[in-house]
């Protein structure tokens, strides 16, 4: 999706290099499941 | 020992409940018809005697609300239906799409966010777009500065999902604790494309506006919604042949035949396509009467759930009822205005018409909306003659 309102975790990941290797797998899925929910939210909002 | 086998016996209930939806899933003729009801939160709560405004405002009143109908209604499913509109994030963020009535009723004013010179915004970059310039015009608070506008989307967002895991654990809860099947119900929503730059981009007269005027542009709109829509319709999760995106048809019936093939049908076959092709089926409502696009519904993925309007049953039957699955066309009118055996005769005719070969299970035309739209003795008593006679 080409927008700058919605990431992926690579995307996101290619922006912050800083982020440590070991917490990528914790991290990850957390940062996505926060992107999915606001992108959910804001389709339910023209729905 | 009576406690442990009560919770064994929900359990049993619960297992033969979903394997009834299983088997109608799968293509295999179930041991009786399913039933499932759609009692709305509106409906729920009148019946239970509560105000309407006050339980959508106060969650904590939910389960009593929703147990009443839990306990009083025969349903497969769970019969206490999920509230889309909730008011509190519409009232945080100063909705003008959705706004409560006096009476509690959630209401549907006719709006547009998109203006028409806007389409090429749209097609270039719709989600930008519905960001930057749609949501600002349909809720009052994100049409203020950046500062005010981030603390609004903030606690609306937070609103909506706290009020959301509310309801889902109070449903699931009732549930297990009623023995229903968590197969049959809807798990995410999304939209027929068309629909979606209808329904509250360009709104109803704008969009038939624009068909005439900018055809191209609408055309190009659909595509351009396309994907987020796919994606709106796809879980987070695996999906599963059980499962379901909902997807309510609304503007097919009030546009031309020959709009319908070139600006409706082509991508919302594309979503039923794209979805199936991930392995999330789709559940139609089939809203007013599709019978001229019958034969353009038998061309979606096999098993796809219809949940039918209005139309003739008979010639869904013949025409869809071996590829698709059906459900609906009872006319919920005739609860409030017909006689308990003629409630009764008509779940018959029904299921006379619908059930043979399986891929069938039992549903109302629409959703129960008012506790008054319905002698409530006729549609327990419907409920009841289906649950306990519509076997295989």
Known sequence: ?47 | MASATAVQDVKALQEERTQLFKDVFDGKIPKRVPVSPSLTIEFAIQYAGKDLAEVQWDYQLLEEVYEKVCQDFVSDTNPAAMNLRNPIFYKLLGARNFVMSSGGFMQHPEIHGLEAEEYDDFIASPYDCIMEKILPRIYTELNESPGKRSIAFGKAFKAYYDELFAALGVIGKLTDKYGYSPLGGIELLTEAPFDFVADQLRGFKGITGDLRRCPDKVEAACEAALPLMLKQGTPNHPPSKYGAAFIPLHMAPYIRPKDFEKFYWPTFKKLVDGLADKGQPSMLFVEHDWMRYIDYLYELPENTRMWFEYGDPKLVKEKLGKKHIITGFYPIGLLKTGTKQQCIDKAKELIDILAPGGKYYFGFDKGVITADSVNVDNLKAVLEYVAENANY
């Open chain 1, 1 to 47: 999706m080409d927008t700058k309102y919605y990431k992926t975790w690579e995307a996101y990941i290619a922006e912050h290099p800083e982020i440590d290797e070991k917490l990528i797998p914790v991290m990850a899925p957390k940062i996505q499941s926060y992107e999915e929910m606001m992108f959910g939210f804001v389709m339910m909002l023209l729905m």
